[in-house]
């Protein structure tokens, strides 16, 4: 499916682990510009 | 998004226009071989054009519980099973309490709780047999803030979110998900019906400020069909461009 993401950006807040690095993945897999951080 | 639908089977009941066209379309742009059945020859051959991807489909008349038994039947017979069911069908007329005649309040509920209750009856349990299943149904916000003058599919569609949401708790264990996606308003036939040809879209006091895209429906219909979506089950989601103002 097509989601017409890419080249979009994102700031994916605890991106790092779990459901939030989840996320993070599904959206650079889809073409999207990611930026994440956590406290470690 | 790679949905991992490829090579699945799917029998979209009355997808052969508007919201359950747009569904077929994108389940089939996945690699889903669909079935798809309209009550019109025409608009069924112009729709299996439009879907692609071998779709194939027959005249059927979904409105009643022995239309969707019908459905249900034949498309499992076409395609072999059936690992997709996307339970649809057009709405009742409009009407408040007053203009309402008991007997419109049976043919709303043969049309839009019965027939969805006769295809589950139907495509269930081979789902469950095989370990692998989804339904979805297409519902209405109705279902969650009630229309004006809408009162026969506004009872009709709540008593059918009632049936899926105990159907998919007692399959949720044999890899059948059952959810409800409920559109606001799209531009489609059923709003041409209701509004007329050029509706006021300010007027209807979408947030968004647009109507919804049937096709952009489909793809959120096919993503909660999607292998993805395994542990999403008993939803009733709302795609209305921001029109229901509640919380849950």
Not at chain 1, 24 to 38: E, P, T, Y
Request: hydrophobic share 45%; charged share 15%; aromatic share 4%.
């Amino acid at each position: 499916m097509e989601l017409g993401l890419t080249g979009k950006t994102a700031a994916v807040a605890a991106g790092t682990a779990g459901l939030g690095l989840g996320t993070a993945k599904a959206l650079a897999a889809d073409g999207v510009r990611v930026g994440v951080w956590n406290l470690d | 998004m790679e949905l991992g639908l490829t090579g699945k089977t799917a029998a979209v009941a009355a997808g052969t226009a508007g919201l359950g066209l747009g569904t077929a379309k994108a389940l089939a742009a996945d690699g889903v071989r669909v079935v798809v059945c309209g009550r019109d020859e025409n608009r069924l051959q112009k729709a299996l054009v439009e879907i692609g991807h071998g779709a194939i489909g027959f005249v059927c008349d979904v409105s009643t519980d022995v239309g969707g038994r019908e459905f249900a039947e034949r498309a499992i017979a076409m395609l072999g099973s059936v690992d997709i069911l996307v339970a649809n069908g057009g709405g009742p007329p409009p009407g408040g309490f007053a203009q309402t005649p008991e007997a419109q309040y049976l043919e709303a509920l043969q049309k839009n709780l019965l027939s969805v209750v006769a295809m589950c009856q139907v495509a269930v349990p081979p789902m469950r047999e095989r370990g692998w299943g989804r339904v979805l149904a297409i519902t209405s916000v109705a279902v969650r803030q009630p229309m004006n003058n809408l009162i026969l599919s506004n009872t009709a569609r709540a008593g059918v979110t009632g049936f899926l949401k105990t159907l998919a708790r007692e399959v949720a264990g044999d890899g059948v998900t059952v959810n409800s996606i409920q559109p606001g308003t799209h531009a489609t036939d059923r709003i041409t019906q209701l509004y007329g040809a050029n509706p006021d879209v300010k007027a209807m006091g979408i947030p968004a400020g647009i109507m919804g895209d049937a096709d952009d429906f489909g793809r959120i219909g096919a993503f909660m069909c999607s292998d993805s979506a395994k542990f999403m089950t008993g939803v009733q989601l709302h795609v209305d461009g921001g029109s229901y103002a509640g919380l849950l």
